[in-house]
């Protein structure tokens, strides 16, 4: 069965950091590209970054570029998000989610994470 | 970057009725449009990729039709658990999600 088990969320004040992790089963973890996508409370759905197989390409959105870096240790499993000056509006459940791809070609996200909260406040 | 917006906001539709939810991209997205589902309180679900294929799982009363800006996500009989926020998503050019489709029952 695959599982996608975030951790590392929490409250943190407005400039502060995080570092979330992203612990996968159930799949080969190295044969899939990952992203995060967040969800701030009563909002819907916005992608935050992917990362490749190997960990050697890697996309932000333009809100958290240059503050947020996505990796990935294939040996453990885990993919991470280290968020760094945090703001107010960074406030979201953020999810990991598992790529489908089509003979490399993105088709949505088929396993996603139950997610994890992440608020930004004094 | 493209916007997508969905409509309507909410839907009210009452069980074993059909559900028509509308996405419309600002521009071309070709055909690579998903689907999304999310319960309360889960993580979203994949419902359909390349604007009109079933993912894996997902019943046949799922179903999605269009290309380049209009898109539809047909329910053809809805059941009880089939009431959730429903978004779509383009992948032409990076990813962008509508704002969502509250499916509420009447």
């Known amino acids: 069965e695959v599982q996608l088990v975030e951790s590392g969320g929490g409250l943190v004040q407005p400039g502060g950091s995080l570092r979330l992790s992203c612990a996968a089963s159930g799949f080969t973890f190295s044969s899939y590209w990952m992203q995060w996508v967040r969800q701030a409370p009563g909002k819907g759905l916005m992608w935050v970054s992917r990362i490749n197989r190997d960990g050697s390409s890697t996309s932000y959105a333009d809100s958290v570029k240059g503050r947020f870096t996505i990796s990935r240790d294939n040996a453990k499993n885990t993919l991470y998000l280290q968020i760094n000056s945090l703001r107010a509006e960074d406030t979201a459940v953020y999810y990991c989610?598992?790529?489908?791809?089509?003979?490399?070609?993105?088709?949505?996200?088929?396993?996603w994470g139950q997610g994890i909260l992440v608020t930004v406040s004094s | 970057e493209i916007v997508m917006t969905q409509s309507p906001a909410t839907l009210s539709v009452s069980p074993g009725e059909r559900a028509t939810l509308s996405c419309r991209a600002s521009?071309?997205?070709?055909?690579?449009l998903a689907w999304y589902q999310q319960r309360p309180g889960q993580a979203p679900r994949l419902l359909i990729y390349?604007?009109?294929t079933r993912a894996t799982g997902i019943p046949a009363r799922f179903s999605g039709s269009g290309s380049g800006t209009e898109f539809t996500l047909t329910i053809s009989s809805l059941q009880s658990e089939d009431f959730a926020v429903y978004y779509c998503?383009?992948?032409?050019?990076?990813?962008?999600f509508g704002q969502g489709t509250k499916l509420e029952i009447k």
């Open positions: 989610a598992r790529v489908y791809d089509i003979s490399g070609y993105y088709q949505g996200c088929d396993y």
């Open positions: 390349g604007a009109s």
């Open positions: 521009q071309s997205v070709s055909s690579n």
């Open positions: 998503q383009q992948y032409n050019n990076w990813y962008t």
